[in-house]
Nanobody
């Protein structure tokens, strides 16, 4: 059974930082592309960042480039999203997503991030 469990969300002031974690089980993590998505209230879910090629390659949504970093630990089956210089528009539920080869995508339940003073 594939499970993705996000953690690390919370309340942070504008300009602050948070690190999200996603613990993954039930699949071959090291060869699985992983992504973070987010959904703000009233908005569609949008792509934030992805890690693939065993973590050697990454991709980011333009507005987070230079501020967010996706990383992964293939020994602990965990993917991270380090978020720096947070802006109020980063307020959203953040979802971890796995993209296994020859299988459908799997999603976690999300972790809430609120950027507010």
């Amino acid at each position: 059974q594939v499970q993705l469990v996000e953690s690390g969300g919370g309340l942070v002031q504008p300009g602050g930082s948070l690190r999200l974690s996603c613990a993954v089980s039930g699949l071959t993590f090291s060869t699985t592309a992983m992504s973070w998505y987010r959904q703000a209230p009233g908005n569609v879910r949008e792509f934030v960042a992805s890690s693939f090629n065993r973590g050697r390659s990454t991709n980011y949504e333009n507005s987070v480039k230079g501020r967010f970093t996706i990383s992964r630990d293939n020994t602990t089956n965990t993917v991270y999203l380090q978020m720096n210089s947070l802006r109020w528009e980063a307020t959203a539920v953040y979802y971890c997503t796995a993209h296994p080869i020859r299988d459908h995508d799997y999603w976690g339940h999300g972790t809430q991030v609120i950027v507010s003073s």
